[in-house]
Nanobody, 119 residues
Framework: QVQLVESGGGLVQPGGSLRLSCAAS????????MGWYRQAPGKQRELVAH???????NHADSVKERFTITRDNAKNTVYLQMNSLKPEDTAVYYC?????????????WGQGTQVTVSS
């Protein structure tokens, strides 16, 4: 069974930084895309950034220049460095991965980690 486990959320003041991590575990034969989504109260879940196994990256316009996604393929881990955080970045952040286990590809989600930006 493939699992995604996130860490690194918390409370930070506006202008501060946080780093999120997400590690994939289980029987994994290949990972294509790993990324981060977020969902604020009363809003739909939205893409923050994702990165392919080849290193191609897509960021939401709202986080470009502030957030950086990186990936360690050897550790099956994706990171999100968030700088210059704003109150509107407050949300639950979910890790996502398109992962092949023993036979089939699946779309997997982590349990979510809360990021709160407030003074």
């Amino acid at each position: 069974q493939v699992q995604l486990v996130e860490s690194g959320g918390g409370l930070v003041q506006p202008g501060g930084s946080l780093r999120l991590s997400c590690a994939a575990s289980g029987v994994i034969s290949s990972i294509y895309t790993m990324g981060w989504y977020r969902q604020a109260p009363g809003k739909q879940r939205e893409l923050v950034a994702h990165i392919t196994s080849g290193g191609s990256i897509n960021h939401a316009d709202s986080v470009k220049e502030r957030f950086t996604i990186t990936r360690d393929n050897a550790k099956n881990t994706v990171y999100l460095q968030m700088n210059s955080l704003k109150p509107e970045d407050t949300a639950v952040y979910y890790c996502n991965g398109q992962i092949r286990g023993t036979t089939d590809w699946g779309n997997y989600w982590g349990q979510g980690t809360q990021v709160t930006v407030s003074s």
